[in-house]
């Protein structure tokens, strides 16, 4: 897959794709359901296949010091699409100039002029342009006029509900990742480096590797069974595992991140970048009164995430 980050200065191989156009925040099963249409057009029309997305998220751009919303990190989303079959990301960054444009602008600078796009899909909710003035109907409009077809989507339900972010942020908030995955069609994962923490965990016998997690949502704080890719290295493969997400209160005042025991494994990840999928909420975290009642829950934990995981 190849990933377009400026508009204006494009290869022209990388021109003239069918894709899909949104934030596709989580790459839940309603943006799966808009790229398999725009699969087929792509096909059809014997184009690659493509989407537009925009970096930074927009609604970061317009309120960068409201509380973190995000599912999955740039690299995350460029990773599952990746897997999809996307031939090319176009990575668009969303800045002053971009914000400006009326919807007219967008559809004719940047889809028609810059990207050259022959086929468009997006949601019927789809609101784009200066003060999101364009509508989906809005854009099927533009593309007569500037020669690219449009299709609109309807929205994606499952038996428990509409699908949305929104909704997936919700059930993880709640300690739901099974309701989460229902509507993502896959484990919420979270992507990252392993970074160095304060090693505690080794001098309780359960070395973890811990990931930052800022800007992302925060699942409910708690202890997880889950399943890890190392994504690269020595050490790339797929494991098992127990994570703990939250802030630690038996350690003062922490950031929080997540911390990832991998079962039967001995190496050095630091550095590597790693996926951590959320299969079952197992308790949620807790002040424990001493080391020892802290090191009881954790093997009991842990034997409670074997049991899920080997099912």
Known sequence: MRIIRDPLFIDPTDRGAAAAIGNFDGVHLGHQAVIDITRAQAVASNVPLGIMTFEPHPRSYFAPNAPAFRLMNAEAKANRLEK????????????????????????????????????????????????????????KDFGETYGFGVTIAQMVATPKGEVSSTNIRRALSEGQPDLAADMLGHYHRLEGEVIRGDQRGRDLGYPTANMATHGLHMPKFGVYAVKIDVLGGPHQGNYHGAASIGVR????????????????????????????A????????????SIDTLITQMDADCATAREILND
Do not use: W
């Open 278 to 289: 959320l299969v079952a909420f197992l308790r949620p975290e807790l002040n424990f009164d």
């Open 84 to 139: 999809l079959g996307v031939q090319k990301l176009y990575e668009i960054p969303f800045n002053p100039a971009l914000a400006a444009l009326t919807a007219q602008e967008f559809a004719r600078d940047i889809i028609a002029d810059a990207l050259g796009l022959t086929h468009v899909v997006v949601g019927q909710d789809f609101c784009f342009g200066k003060d999101r003035g364009g509508s989906a109907q809005d854009l």
């Open 249 to 276: 209160p038996m350690f003062g005042e922490n950031t929080p991140n997540c911390e990832t025991f991998i079962f039967d494994f001995k190496g050095d990840l630091y550095g590597a970048q790693i996926s951590v």
